[in-house]
């Protein structure tokens, strides 16, 4: 009886554990949305340059370093805006660009809408069935891999076909992302909210440009 009792207190704990990890990791994520689409915002007010957006890419980089050494740290929380403020803001010059197509606020406000009903159908259905993607996770890392490297040589060959396939691909890898970390956090994989909330804002973000790069070319994008 004494040992069924530990067993289910135990069981109690972690759930608690996990919801605590769920909310604090969907609270967070809420909040540096926001002001990362605060800083895309300021970026296309002021019209911020190529150069000092891909600056700003490669600082986010950089504090990725920060972030994990200080995930376990009230620090960590400042880390993240930092980080997801620098993307935001370099998102700045794409979005200018995209605006400047006939109807381009509303082709951006779609593929807002479109990332958004992706994330939060994908989440819930993970978060209703409580099923366990853990097993994609090799799967989605060949993936993203072969559609960095291929990225990398399209900057060269500049082909507007595979361009548009790598787009596609990496709709397909961040939705299954989403799945993974999802399904991640309810099953006790990742226990630590902060770098919880920067793998699915990382998740959003990939998702929202490759749609918005979608959605351009077939509304006109050369």
């Given at each position: ?144 891999i072969v559609a960095v ?37 309810i099953n006790g994989g ?32 050369d």
């Amino acid at each position: 009886m004494d040992q069924r009792t530990s067993f289910s207190s135990a069981g109690e704990a972690s759930a608690l554990q996990t919801n605590k990890v769920l909310r604090n990791t969907y609270m967070l994520l809420a909040m540096t949305l926001t002001f990362s689409a605060v800083c895309a915002g300021v970026a296309m007010s002021i019209g911020l340059g190529q150069g000092a957006a891909m600056m700003m890419s490669l600082g986010a980089l950089v504090m990725i370093f920060f972030l994990n050494k200080a995930a376990q740290s009230s620090m960590g929380i400042v880390f993240v805006f930092v980080f997801t403020g620098l993307l935001g803001a370099s998102l700045g010059p794409m979005l200018n660009h995209y605006a400047g197509f006939p109807g381009g606020t509303s082709l951006i406000m779609q593929a807002f809408g479109t990332t958004a009903l992706v994330f939060f159908g994908l989440s819930g259905y993970v978060l209703t069935t409580k099923k366990d993607f853990s097993f994609m996770g090799g799967f989605l890392l060949v993936g993203l891999i072969v559609a960095v490297v291929a990225s990398l040589a399209n900057i060269f060959f500049a082909i507007p076909a595979l361009s548009l396939a790598i787009s596609a691909a990496i709709v397909f890898i961040m939705s299954g992302f989403i799945l993974y970390d999802t399904s991640r956090i309810i099953n006790g994989g990742e226990t630590n909210y902060i770098r919880a909330t920067v793998s699915m804002y990382l998740n959003i973000y990939n998702l929202f440009t490759s749609i918005l790069h979608l959605l351009g070319v077939f509304g006109g994008d050369d």
